[in-house]
């Protein structure tokens, strides 16, 4: 059964970190490309983090470069995404996803001071 389970979200003030975590679990993440995206209250869901199958081009959304990196584990087949600096914008539900299909539950990130 194929499964994705984010963690990590939580409350933070402004310019400060957190680290999301996505187990995937029924497929092997390598071999797909995977994605983090986001939705915030009234806004459609957007892309902020894409990771291609097996070379791992990585593409990210121009509001979140140089603060946000993406990154995935084989060994634990795991996505990452690393948030630094964080704005009060950011603050949404944070979803990874295999190919744009297939949708974890969701992670609250919430940034505010």
């Known amino acids: 059964q194929v499964q994705l389970v984010e963690s990590g979200g939580g409350s933070v003030r402004p310019g400060g970190s957190l680290r999301l975590s996505c187990a995937a679990s029924g497929f092997t993440t390598s071999a797909y490309n995977m994605g983090w995206y986001r939705q915030a209250p009234g806004r459609e869901r957007e892309m902020v983090a894409s990771i291609s199958a097996g070379v791992d081009y990585i593409e990210y959304a121009d509001s979140v470069k140089g603060r946000f990196t993406a990154f995935r584990d084989n060994d634990k087949n795991t996505l990452y995404l690393q948030m630094n600096n964080l704005r009060p914008e950011d603050t949404a539900v944070y979803y990874c996803?295999?190919?744009?299909?297939?949708w974890g539950q969701g992670t609250q990130v919430t940034v505010s001071s």
């Open positions: 996803s295999r190919d744009s299909t297939t």
